[in-house]
């Protein structure tokens, strides 16, 4: 069975070796794990892992904070990619920021990645905005998307409520 468990200092240690694995797996420029751990210093860093049978599937890094959310990562291992544990990952972010009161989401994604586009798009992102060269890497522009968390808003976007699975 899978479970979403935040992730703290004994976690990030405990499961260091397999959340560079999936970063190394999914992005260009992955972070270090010293990159982690610098950033789950910051008080409003969140990290959760989808794990299950003590291996990690995928993770999500987020800030929650004032009214807001920004998602810094979001990976599945690649042998674990088309099973909908993204969705669950964001899905599971999506309910405490809603339950929490927060008022909205944000996000850098590249134009190349089009399953995350994709994927952001169907939980009723929108793109609200380009950062031009963001990524150092390869100079690709950012797409700035973000979703309002309000009932009102997900209604006219026909998501409904965000309800517990």
């Given at each position: 069975?899978?479970?979403?468990?935040?992730?703290?200092?004994?976690?990030?240690?405990?499961?260091?070796?397999?959340?560079?694995?999936?970063?190394?797996?999914?992005?260009?420029?992955?972070?270090?794990?010293?990159?982690?751990?610098?950033?789950?210093?910051?008080?409003?860093?969140?990290?959760?892992?989808?794990?299950?049978?003590?291996?990690?599937?995928?993770?999500?890094?987020?800030?929650?904070?004032?009214?807001?959310?920004?998602?810094?990562?979001?990976?599945?291992?690649?042998?674990?990619?088309?099973?909908?544990?993204?969705?669950?990952?964001?899905?599971?972010?999506?309910?405490?920021?809603?339950?929490?009161?927060?008022?909205?989401?944000?996000?850098?994604?590249?134009?190349?990645?089009?399953?995350?586009?994709n994927l952001y798009t169907k939980f009723?992102?929108?793109?609200?905005?380009?950062?031009?060269?963001?990524?150092?890497?390869?100079?690709?522009?950012?797409?700035?998307?973000?979703?309002?968390?309000?009932?009102?808003?997900?209604?006219?976007?026909?998501?409904?409520?965000f309800s517990k699975s």
């Amino acid at each position: 069975m899978n479970q979403i468990v935040r992730i703290g200092w004994k976690g990030l240690s405990l499961y260091a070796e397999q959340i560079i694995e999936i970063e190394n797996s999914s992005f260009p420029s992955p972070w270090s794990i010293n990159a982690f751990k610098e950033e789950m210093k910051k008080s409003i860093s969140h990290l959760w892992a989808l794990i299950r049978d003590k291996k990690i599937l995928g993770y999500i890094c987020f800030w929650m904070f004032d009214t807001e959310i920004q998602i810094i990562n979001l990976a599945v291992h690649p042998e674990n990619r088309r099973q909908k544990l993204g969705q669950s990952m964001l899905k599971r972010m999506i309910e405490a920021g809603s339950s929490n009161g927060l008022q909205s989401i944000w996000l850098e994604v590249r134009p190349s990645n089009v399953p995350a586009k994709n994927l952001y798009t169907k939980f009723g992102f929108h793109e609200a905005g380009r950062r031009k060269r963001y990524y150092n890497d390869t100079n690709e522009d950012a797409i700035i998307m973000m979703l309002k968390l309000s009932a009102q808003e997900r209604d006219k976007q026909h998501l409904g409520p965000f309800s517990k699975s």
